[in-house]
Every structure is written in C-alpha cells, then in structure tokens.
C-alpha cells in the first residue's frame, strides 16, 4: 500500500468518502474506486479492528437460512462464498462441517435430506470458476456409526445419524481484511486508518463531508465529499448522529473463544441445552468455539468480557461438545465485538438477520447513507449494492463492478514461495525452505519485498524472539507497506504472531523493539504498547 498521508484528504472533493474501515467499508471503498469513483476512507482504529476481527474463520453458504426458508438470503450466501472462492483462493480452504441427526421435525435426516436437495440445486454453480483445490463437495448424510466416530460427544440420545456439509475456512481472516484495504489503495482510493470523524459539514442541510482527527499526530483535517457512507459499524448509531439523523443502531456483544484444545479437521455444530447452536472450528490444531451473544444490548465501546460471561459461555461450550472439558485456562482469546441487533415481537434482543442500506435523505439529510453489515460473507455483494445507489444518488454512469471476479492483492493461488526463493538466490542468499514457506503463506507476493529486506539487512533475518517464526523483517515490513502503526496492529492483525493467543513476554517485547526503532517511540512510548497488547489478552 501506499505510505499513509492524511494530508490528500484535503486537497479536493471527492465523490464518495466511506467513514469506517472494517471489511464492509474496505469492500465498499474498493468497489467505488475500482468503478471510477474518485474515493476515500478514514477508519478510527486499525483496519479490520472491530467486528470484522471478531470473527470464527468461515465462509458460509446459509445453510441455516434454508432451515428458516430464507431461499433469498441462501442464495445471496452461495454466491459470496463463491465470489470470495474465485477473488481470495490463497486464503480459503475447504472445511466440512458435521451436525448429528435426531428423532425430531427440525432436526431428523428428511429435514435436512430436503434442505440438502434444495441447497444443491441453490448451489449448482458453487465451482464455476473457482480453483480446483477450493471445489465444495456437495452435501450428504452420514450413517449413525460413521457419525459416532467422527464427532466425539455428540449426543448419542435418539441420534440417527450425521449431515455433514462444507463451506470455507478463512485462514487467515485478518489478512483477507488487509487484502480489501490494498485493493482500494491500488484503486487509488485514498485510505488511512487512525482518523476519526469528529463532524459533519453541511451546507444548506447537505452533508457535503466530514471534520476528523488524524489520532496519530492530533491534526485536524476537513475532508469534502459529495456522497458520505457511513460503514462505522458499532459506531455507526455515533456517526448518524454527528449527520443529524437520529435512529436507533442497538447492539448485542458477539464472542468466539480461541482455545489450546486440540482439533480435528471437521468442523462440528451442536445445540446448547438453551438450544443456541454452536460451532466448534479447528483452526492451526486448535478449536475455535463461537459464538456467543450478550442477552442485553450493550455499549459500542463497552466490550470488555467479564468473569461471568466467560463462565457462561465455557458451560454452554461443554453442553454443545461434552468431550471438549473446556475450562478457563484453556481460552487463549476472547474475539469479542459489538454487533447489530434487533428486538423481536415480545421486545427481546437477537441479532439482525439482514444488512440495511439507508439513504439519509429519506430522513431529510441529503448526501448522506448508512450501511449496516450482518455477516463478514456478504460484505462483497452489500459492497457492490452500495455503489450501486450511491452511482445513483450522484447521477452517475459506473463501469460495471469486477470485484466478484477479480483476485484481490495477494489472494491470488500462485508459487509464492517459489518467488520467494527465487528472490533470495538472486541476492545470493539461501533462506530456509520453514522461512520461505511461512513468509509466502501470509504476505503471497509482497513476502519477495521482505527477502529483499533481509538482503539489505541481514540482521532483519532472525526471529523476533527465539522460538517463532516472525522475523524482524516482517515488523518492518508491515510497517513500511501495511500501515502498521502500533504495537497491536503488528502483533494481532498483520504478522499473526499474536493472533491465536498471547504469544508470550519476550516475542511482544522484540516487536516492540524493531517498532520502537522504526517509528521512532520513546521508552515511555513503547512501555504504553506493550501495555496495549496486553490488554486484548485480558480475560
């Protein structure tokens, strides 16, 4: 990506400015710049920070809106997993799923026997133009015995079966985020992370652009838009209300737990005993379990997990998967974030089931539009539906949209690593094959970019602490390219050293320390930071 510069967004107007970096508001800023749009996007935190990291690592196909007879939202699902298959192969993998059958109207192998049929026919064209490595099988039944063996614990209690299914597994969801955010900066969308949105401008009760801060160095900036969208996700209900719109945005706290328990290549789902279903997702050997719901709704900035919630939601992982024994020191990390939420006829709090796009105008406040997000698959095609409207609000003429079909930076399957090595021979160096493969699994072509670092400096070579396998090249590197400007973005969201658990004191110190050094933070600085890493560990 292009070095951040805060200082374009005040050098003219632009079409369209998105207000919110998650991958909602990065999908949306790619499809309008990429369709001739002239583009920008601020984000307060980092990007991909918020929901769109609380995440469980899947692409699904919406099976459970078949279930609920949604045949629309199935359909939109099928077509976004597939979307996703042909524009981010490198970071998607197969993954099937296994949910026990039961003696029961909801739950029995005729239900799902016809949920399959329908699913099928849905999902006929699942694979065109998708890799051969990513096919999805179609979906089937199981035998009870074959069930029993492959999904340890499950309720033995009136079972007859299993329905097994496959969607995708997001490898590395963080990076699939970043891919977004390169994406619109080729587009030449102007696009920074740790600017907020303080105002609105108006004239003549038209929002025509935002007041924001550029949090890193406390400047004040005023960034003229003829079209705002505000994709802030949990601040969404903040940013309608800095435009005049008053309209409520509730939320619920959505959780996923990382644990140290070991995991098979099968994905399993089961129903608590309040009849919540959930998931238990293997991912680097591990499970992942998701995901739980707060009961009340909650405060965008209020998402710290408390002692109670944990418990709570450790219980109901142990009725879902009795051969799990999850307990508290078995949670590495609590993915946690806010949420939209709705209230049912009797008043009750569950989560939206489908995305809004809103133009503020029909609330009397022109130039303006709110988009809310439901789930991190659709965001794509929300994406293209946005520009869509928004080409129309401005009396606009777009190229049609490619992003459904165009390979995003670096999620394209090639031999990376054979770039790689390459790169490495050519500056007379020989890397070895866990490097290479390691470098080229995270960061694709740019990993030639980090060879040619360690080249230059050969110091930049050696792990950032013993044992690991991020080296001190790539702290630089995600500093230099991916807008990495604090400790957390570079341990959680880019190098994914920490992205699985606290990767430990000495690991957190030594990227502290190549950060210290490369953007240039006092002691005093680098002790805050170390701080705030230790802080997305707190449970």
């Known amino acids: 990506m292009r070095p951040r510069d805060t200082q374009r967004f005040e050098t003219g107007e632009y079409d369209l400015l998105v207000v919110g970096g998650g991958v909602y508001g990065l999908a949306i800023a790619y499809d309008a710049a990429s369709r001739g749009l002239k583009t920008a996007l601020i984000e307060a935190s980092d990007f991909g920070s918020g929901a769109s990291f609380n995440h469980q690592k899947t692409v699904h196909g919406g099976l459970r809106s078949l279930q609920s007879g949604r045949l629309d939202r199935a359909r939109e699902a099928i077509h976004e997993r597939r979307a996703l298959g042909r524009i981010a192969p490198w970071f998607l993998r197969p993954l099937p799923f296994l949910v026990g059958t039961y003696r029961s109207a909801v739950k029995s ?43 340890a614990g499950v309720k033995p209690q009136n079972l007859t079966g299993g329905a097994q299914w496959y969607d995708y ?11 977004f955010a390169a994406a619109a900066d080729l587009s030449r969308a102007d696009i920074a992370n740790y600017v907020e949105a303080t105002g609105a401008i108006k004239q003549n ?11 890193e160095d406390d400047r004040e900036l005023t960034i003229r838009a003829k079209l705002t969208v505000n994709a802030a996700g949990a601040r969404a209900g903040e940013v309608m209300a800095l ?48 995901t739980a719901h707060s009961d009340t709704l909650v405060d965008p900035h209020a998402l710290e997990v408390t002692p109670r919630e944990l418990e709570t939601f450790i219980a109901q992982a142990n009725e879902a998967f009795p051969a799990l024994k999850l307990t508290r020191e078995d949670v590495r990390l ?23 796009i809103r133009d503020h105008a029909k609330d009397g ?16 095609g929300v994406a293209e539906r946005v520009v869509d409207v928004a080409g129309s609000i401005l009396g606009r003429r777009l190229s049609r949209c490619r992003t459904a079909t165009t390979p995003l930076p670096g999620a394209a399957i090639a031999d990376h690593e054979a770039l790689a090595i390459e790169t490495a021979r050519a500056a007379a160096m020989e890397l070895p094959q866990p490097v290479t493969r390691h470098l080229s699994a995270l960061y694709a072509e740019s990993s030639a970019a980090i060879v040619r670092l360690i080249a230059d400096r050969p110091e930049l070579g050696e792990p950032v602490a013993p044992g690991w396998e991020t080296l001190r ?32 004191a000495e690991a957190v110190v030594g990227c502290g320390r190549m950060a210290a050094q490369e953007l240039g933070w006092s002691p005093e600085r680098l002790e805050q930071e170390i701080a705030a890493v230790e802080a997305v560990y707190a449970i």
């Open 243 to 290: 435009f005049g719109v008053n309209r409520p945005h509730p939320l619920l706290k959505a959780m996923n737990l990382v644990t140290s328990k070991p995991a098979s290549d099968i994905a399993l789902a089961a129903p608590t005993a309040g009849g919540r279903m959930l998931t238990q997702v293997p991912w680097r050997g591990r499970a992942v379990i998701g």
């Open 334 to 356: 609590v993915h946690r974030g806010a949420v939209p939420a709705a209230l049912n006829r009797a008043g009750q709090p569950e989560l939206r089931s489908a995305p809004e």
């Open 109 to 151: 192998r005729v239900a799902l026997r016809g949920a399959f049929r329908v699913d099928a026919w849905l999902g006929r064209h699942r694979n065109v133009g998708v890799e051969p490595e990513l096919h999805l099988p179609r979906p089937k039944l199981l035998s009870k015995a074959a069930t029993l063996r492959l999904f």
């Open 169 to 179: 597994q997001i490898v590395e969801s963080e990076r699939l985020a970043l891919a």
């Open 365 to 380: 406040v022109a130039g303006a539009m709110t988009v809310i997000g439901v789930k991190y698959t659709t965001a794509r």
């Open 473 to 504: 090249a790539e702290v630089v590197h995600v500093i230099r390219h991916e807008m990495a400007l604090h400790l957390t973005d570079i341990v959680v969201r880019r190098t994914a050293l920490g992205s699985s658990g606290h990767p430990g």
């Open 205 to 215: 009760g038209r929002v025509t652009g935002v007041t924001a801060r550029d949090t």
